[in-house]
């Protein structure tokens, strides 16, 4: 069994966002990571497909934000309500991200980063989620970062580019 509040730094990527641009998550510091857990949980009364990407940047304000494109697992499940809890399958034809197939209901993706895949290879130590359009304003997204430490006891730092 994993106990998320003893195992797992919780924190907040998306707020729940009722509109139709494409959104950013915060970004947080992945350095003493071991791994990122991102769940977004998409509402889509309006049918629509949207594109969920992964990025890394120097620091917390985005800057030389690119597409992450190695490290990632991914599951989702799109048609969660309408299919009586469909299990999540998991989603292999891109390692950058995932995109969800144009329907209506509760959709979500949960995906498992491993920092060290991109920190070997570039300078860049900050970590977002982000979510394409959504097809109309009814429509909603939210996301959450679970940060499972490389060592225990250390604290994460997050940006809060999203607060007002």
Do not use: Q
Not at 20 to 30: K, Q, V, W
Not at 45 to 72: L, M, N, Q, Y
Not at 108 to 136: C, E, Q, W
């Amino acid at each position: 069994m994993i106990n998320l509040k003893e195992n797992f730094h919780c924190m907040p990527a998306i707020p729940p966002t009722s509109a139709n641009a494409g959104r950013t998550g915060d970004y947080i510091l992945m350095e003493n990571a071991h791994a990122i857990w991102t769940i977004v949980t998409l509402r889509r009364p309006t049918a629509g497909g949207c594109a969920v990407t992964h990025e890394v940047a120097s620091d917390f304000a985005g800057t030389g934000s690119s597409a992450v494109s190695t490290g990632i697992l991914t599951w989702a499940s799109s048609g969660h309500l309408r299919n009586r809890g469909e299990y999540l399958r998991p989603k292999t034809s891109s390692a950058v991200g995932y995109t969800f197939p144009s329907a209506t209901g509760i959709a979500f993706m949960i995906s498992r980063f491993d920092p060290a895949a991109v920190m070997a290879k570039t300078s860049n130590t900050h970590y977002t989620v982000k979510t394409g359009t959504l097809a109309s304003a009814n429509d909603g997204v939210t996301a959450m970062y679970f940060v499972e430490p490389r060592y225990k006891g250390v604290e994460y730092l997050l940006a809060t580019t999203s607060s007002t």
